[in-house]
């Protein structure tokens, strides 16, 4: 199947970004390191550790995302590869798609990994691991979904410095699109509450997949948030790759 | 039905800030027929690559619709009958060439038995199996292109759009690339290259468009483009006594001398037979007896200067 072909060589090529291994190796530092401030909270440290280890998880996915992302398309016109692969009788949207679900594969991978190690190390310090810990890996990595979405669109339409630019402002003002709902009142009525009231709307609300509060304290989350933050996830994705897919459909390559 | 047709096709680049918009291709209309070896040339930027591109449809042309096997190219399918080698083919650095035939292979909807097969007659072809497990990325150029050539070959289409295929290779990949194009043609496939290696296209191609700054200037068979008609001959002989050779240069057009001997110069074929025969006949040696035609450089250049 031509798009398993792409995502397939997407994968092996990912694999080989050294990139990855220098992000790999912070998020490692990130987790262990973590338990140095467990230490000033006496007594907390296992939950630190929980809460510190999801928040490297999640923020070393978005970058590699980010880096590895804004690069895929751009790199394949760039290099000119993509004149032997577009050539062939496979539709523009089949490519988008592919070079997603390789890159998707391989975050798969690292969360995985970045999860394990979190893991184990809280095991070793003597902690309980519980769903809630599972399910806030789930959702990081449903968020690095939608994060990776948007910058394979990016990279298909810009270049990966400014598409890189874009994706980590909307990491980070997708976390914290409560401050557009809770403008202060001098603000009702005006044309810049309208404004960043649609950017509230078009943003996605990255918050929706953060339980990390939850899974630190073993709080329990209900499963139909989950699924709810899933479907959430899920609509988005696909609104962004039908956006690239019909972005690349006509582009001159 | 036109193996290749295109009708006012036109390419428009959108402008840079502080460049204007850069039309490089001027309602080009070009008709290939099936099995023929198309030579399509043009100085730098004449338009060759946009044109190759849009039939790959990697292109969008501003106006105008080309077909490939009657198909227009924009269609998804039409792509299936086409073979395309870019200029300066790349590929991914990382694989070797067996699994980069079987990635386009994949993408060409071949089942895994048939790629196998693929591999197998085009490792033949193309001379592949001794860099088989080898990356893509310590290729040299001719290696390149020969696993360019195979890419383009996998699936077998009935057209061949090559763009340069023959530059930046020593003579001896040069001739590969001819007899393989050549073989192709005896294979019942159609051949549409670019190049401005005149003398590859006077070799093997049936015929010639000629593009200058965007528009076509020529397209036809060879032989008519070209003046067959012998428009000069040179004579060499050696051997002639003073008055002899006064005697055949007061019947030439031109006389020169080497250490070769006498070379004399006749614009007319049978006028020429004449004056070999009487310098036989005077106890001459006939050294050299070369008919002079024109060649495709000459139409080429010649072509250049009515348009500027
Ligand atoms: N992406 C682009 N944007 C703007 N102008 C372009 C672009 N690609 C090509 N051109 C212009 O179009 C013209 C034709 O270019 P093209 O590459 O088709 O020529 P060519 O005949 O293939 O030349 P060469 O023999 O050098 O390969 C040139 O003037 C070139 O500058
Ligand atoms: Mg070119």
Redesign the interface.
């Known amino acids: 199947?031509?798009v398993?072909?792409?995502a397939r060589?997407t994968f092996?090529?990912a694999v080989?970004d050294k990139v990855l291994y220098v992000l790999l190796l912070f998020a490692a530092a990130a987790i262990f390191g973590s338990k140095a401030l467990g230490w000033i909270s006496i007594g907390q440290d296992i939950k630190i550790v929980k809460d510190l280890s999801l928040a490297a998880v999640s923020v070393f996915g978005v970058l590699i995302a980010i880096f590895v992302g804004t690069n895929l398309v751009y790199k394949e016109i760039d290099?000119?590869?993509?004149?032997?692969?577009?050539?062939?009788?496979?539709?523009r949207w089949e490519f988008i798609l592919g070079k997603y679900a390789g890159l998707a594969a391989l975050l798969a991978l690292v969360t995985a990994v970045m999860a394990a190690v979190a893991a184990v190390y809280v095991v070793v310090l003597g902690g309980r691991l519980d769903v809630t810990f599972f399910q806030a890996v789930l959702l990081i990595y449903w968020q690095l979904l939608l994060i990776t979405a948007l910058a394979v669109l990016l990279s298909a339409v810009t270049s990966p410095i400014l598409g890189a630019i874009i994706v980590f402002s909307t990491y980070v003002v997708g976390h914290a699109t409560s401050i557009f709902t809770e403008l202060p009142p001098q603000f009702d009525g005006t044309f810049s509450k309208r404004v960043l009231e649609a950017v509230y709307y078009i943003i996605p609300n990255l918050s929706n997949f953060d339980i990390r509060a939850e899974a630190a304290n073993g709080v329990p989350v209900a499963p139909g948030y989950v699924l709810w933050a899933i479907a959430y996830g899920a609509v988005y994705t696909a609104v962004l790759l039908t956006i690239a897919s019909l972005a690349f459909q006509?582009k001159?390559? | 039905m036109d193996a290749i047709a295109t009708r006012n096709l036109t390419k428009v680049y959108r402008g840079h800030i502080g460049r204007g918009a850069v039309r490089s291709l001027d309602s080009l209309t070009l008709t290939i027929a099936p099995n023929e070896v198309f030579g399509f040339l043009g100085r730098n930027g004449a338009g060759k690559t946009t044109t190759i591109k849009i039939l790959c449809s990697l292109l969008r042309a501003t106006t105008g619709e080309a077909f490939v096997m009657g198909q227009d190219t924009r269609r998804r399918d039409t792509r299936k009958h086409i073979g395309y080698l870019p200029e300066n083919p790349y590929f991914y650095e990382y694989l070797n060439p067996r699994e980069t035939l079987d990635f386009y292979g994949e993408l060409h909807g071949l089942t895994r038995a048939e790629r196998a097969a693929e591999w197998d007659r085009l490792a033949d072809l193309l001379d592949l199996r001794d860099i088989a497990g080898q990356r893509v990325r310590g290729f040299s150029k001719g290696m390149r292109q020969r696993l360019g050539f195979a890419v383009a070959l996998v699936g077998n289409p009935h057209v061949l759009i090559l763009d340069e295929p023959m530059s930046g290779l020593d003579p001896l990949g040069r001739r590969l690339i001819r007899e393989l194009i050549l073989l192709l043609h005896g294979q019942g496939k159609t051949i549409f290259f670019s190049s401005h290696v005149l003398g590859d296209v006077e070799q093997i191609c049936s015929r010639v468009g000629i593009l200058v700054k965007g528009k076509l200037t020529t397209q036809g068979r060879l032989d008519e483009l070209l003046n067959r008609r012998v428009n000069r001959v040179e004579i060499i002989a050696a051997g002639l006594s003073e008055p002899a050779a006064a005697a055949v240069a007061a019947r030439s057009d031109g006389v020169r001398e080497s250490e070769q001997g006498r070379h004399f110069f006749v614009n007319d074929l049978d006028a020429a037979n004449a004056v070999a025969a009487d310098i036989l006949q005077s106890g001459g040696t006939l050294v050299e007896f070369t008919p002079i035609r024109e060649s495709l450089e000459e139409y080429f250049m010649r072509e250049q200067e009515t348009v500027s």
């Open positions: 199947m031509r398993l072909a792409v060589n092996r090529e080989r290099k000119r590869t993509i004149y032997t692969i577009l050539c062939r009788p496979m539709h006509d001159d390559v």
